[in-house]
């Protein structure tokens, strides 16, 4: 295994999640509820598994022409798949999170994964795949951890009757620090965690540099 292949940072590099918009929406979106950034990192990492593999291993019969089309196709196809597993498992989860899943189909071909992991061997360029997508997942995880137990005095996990099995651990909370479970407070800290990224990615170029 090439290990120089997949040794960039991950968190911080060029193609870290916090690097571009592409992932800004889901960061916002499906951080409210621990159960919505579990089941959206499960969809990421699948999505983002199966496409690289499929485009990798079917790199000497797939065409030249139209392969980006192809990519979108495949993305969109298993994150349809991803969905369709999503309702017969937990159906009510499954319906309040559609718009997030449709989205990471929409990470996977915009953050440019199968392009970067052409040249790849195909268990390099799915270990790739598979460590950005949880990357991006573990950032949600983290915020969303964040979020609702501030905004609603709760811990969400999918399962259950309803979709999701709610530990309430605190009653009535105060308006401010409610307001941290809206899109205002997931926009608030998308902003501190651009701050933290740009930080350590200034600090990584500062110890290059001086290499």
Known sequence: MKNNTIQSPIFWG??????TLVSAGLMIMATSRLAFALALTVALV?????????????KPILPKKGLEILRVFLASFFGSLYLLFSYFVNPFLAMEITFL????PLYCIGSGICRRTADLDPEDAVLK?????????????ALALIREPLGFGSLSFPGGPQ???VLVFS?????PVRVV?????????????LSLF????????????KQ
């Open 171 to 175: 009653g009535t909370l105060y308006f």
């Open 181 to 193: 479970a809206g899109a205002s407070g997931g926009l608030l800290l998308l902003g501190y965690g």
């Open 46 to 58: 699948w999505v983002n598994m199966l496409t690289v593999l499929i485009v990798s291993v079917g």
């Open 198 to 209: 740009r930080r350590f990615k200034a600090r990584h170029s500062g110890g290059e540099a």
């Open 163 to 165: 979709g999701m099995a």
């Open 101 to 104: 899943i449709t989205l990471a």
């Open 129 to 141: 795949a598979f460590l950005e997508a949880l990357v991006l997942g573990s950032i949600l995880i």
């Open 14 to 19: 060029n193609h870290a999640p916090l690097s």
